[in-house]
């Protein structure tokens, strides 16, 4: 996810109120919300005078060795690190890179992410589920960090020569982010390179855009959307108004590109999809601790008749994983590209009391036709490398150029 979303991709609308939780998706990612809020935080909590007789021995021994340390250790330390140190244990003790403990600042850094303009160097990162190291998923086309160089899968390991390695993405992102017109020094591992190589990035004010659309091949009738993010509320209202202006130019196909396209609402891309699968179809399975599975399924809309050809890469992710899953299993249009990321979780946000926070992946989402994607992605029908990583869209691009050839034989 970049620095605005931490992973996962993921956009989030955040309840104003204390202690209220939003379901989101996505990365880093990221890392998307289901505009549902679901309950208060302290609804969740066992009432004052309930806890178990079990929970009040850990309770205890938390308070013993939090005794011991203060009066024993040979070093005095501050009350706060202990606390802080002990609800970050509790979530890395879950082992999922997705829920995290955010200290006030964190949190409220965070916050501040989801703004559509931020302060950074404008890429998507994640922590690798194969590596474990901090990871870049997409960079943001015309930012500092596409411009620089960075690549889809490129591996950030040092910031301004602080070892990040095993950091948690919360802090290593704080590193990474900062004020415009500062610069901040990357030391970064690439598949095929020798050696680290180093990037010095000078920070900007990063608008995300929503997407951009054009005719590609005004004889063969070719249309094409170049999709960002899904994480901006009425994303679907400018794909629908792109799709109208489009056909208006004469398109009768079209390709619909969610490459380097990190995530976003889920309720956005729900209504995407429905503009492309017959009514009633499933879009997507929310799996859910100790609930019935809910379906999403596609809302009514002018029924898809053009051919579609969805392109896809490393870089898609949560909610452009949803929609390429729904094109696949339903056989509504060919995925043309590279396998997606594999984030197919969704993590709930609550703030909490005293301004911080916490992040928990409380469900998993499958695909249309059942299937799960997390940690394995979404294959394309058609495979097409881009070795030159040259950014979608861009002349020479070669993902782009086979969806051209493949989509001027499709007969719908």
């Known amino acids: 996810m970049d620095e605005r979303r ?12 204390t202690g209220v939780i939003t379901y989101t998706m996505g990365a880093l990612g990221y890392p998307a919300a289901v505009h549902q809020q679901v309950s208060e935080l302290r609804d969740l909590l066992p009432a004052a005078g309930s806890t178990t007789t079990e929970s009040g021995l850990q309770v205890e021994r938390l ?7 203060q009066g024993q250790y040979v070093e005095e330390v501050d009350p706060d690190t202990l606390t802080v140190g002990a609800l970050r244990g509790m ?3 879950l082992g999922d890179r997705y829920s995290s403990y955010f200290t006030p600042d ?4 965070f916050v501040q992410g989801f703004e559509p303009t931020f302060s950074g160097i404008g890429v998507t990162v994640e922590i690798s589920q194969k590596t474990g190291l901090l990871t870049v998923v997409s960079p943001i086309k015309g930012s500092p960090g596409a411009r620089a160089g960075l690549r889809t899968g490129d591996a950030i390991i040092q910031v301004d020569g602080r070892d990040i390695t095993g950091m948690s993405l919360n802090e290593a992102v704080a590193l990474i982010k900062g004020p415009k017109d500062t610069q901040v020094r990357l030391l970064v591992k690439r598949e095929g390179e020798p050696e680290p190589l180093e990037f010095v990035i000078t920070r900007d004010t990063i608008t995300v855009p929503v997407l951009e659309y054009r005719m590609l091949d005004q004889e063969a009738g070719i249309g094409y959307i170049q999709l960002y993010e899904f994480s901006k509320k009425g994303a679907a209202d400018q794909v629908k108004e792109a799709i109208a202006d489009l056909k208006r130019q004469g398109m009768k196909r079209l390709i619909f590109d969610v490459r380097q396209n990190p995530g976003g609402l889920l309720d956005e891309v729900v209504e ?3 503009l492309f699968l017959p009514d009633g179809d499933p879009v997507v399975h929310i799996v859910e601790r100790g609930k019935e599975q809910r379906t999403l399924t596609a809302r009514e809309s002018e029924p898809w008749t053009m051919p579609l050809v969805v392109l896809i890469d490393g870089g898609s992710a ?3 994983e ?3 899953g729904a094109v696949k299993d339903t056989g509504v249009g060919t995925l043309i590209g590279e396998k997606t990321f594999g984030k197919g979780s969704v993590q709930t946000f609550w703030r909490l009391q005293d301004g911080s926070g916490i992040k928990l992946t409380t469900a998993k989402y499958l695909t249309a ?6 940690g394995h992605g979404v294959e394309p029908d058609i495979v097409v490398t881009n070795p030159d990583r040259i950014f979608p869209g861009e002349p020479g691009d070669p993902q782009l150029e086979a969806a051209i050839n493949h989509i001027r034989q499709m007969q719908r």
């Open 6 to 17: 931490m992973g996962f991709g993921l956009s989030l609308l955040l309840a104003a109120v």
């Open 63 to 69: 308070e013993e060795v939090m005794r011991a340390i």
């Open 91 to 93: 979530v890395e003790a």
């Open 106 to 109: 964190e949190y409220r850094s």
């Open 272 to 274: 995407i999809a429905s």
């Open 318 to 320: 949560s909610a452009s």
């Open 322 to 324: 949803i929609l390429a």
């Open 369 to 374: 036709g059942g299937n799960s994607i997390d």
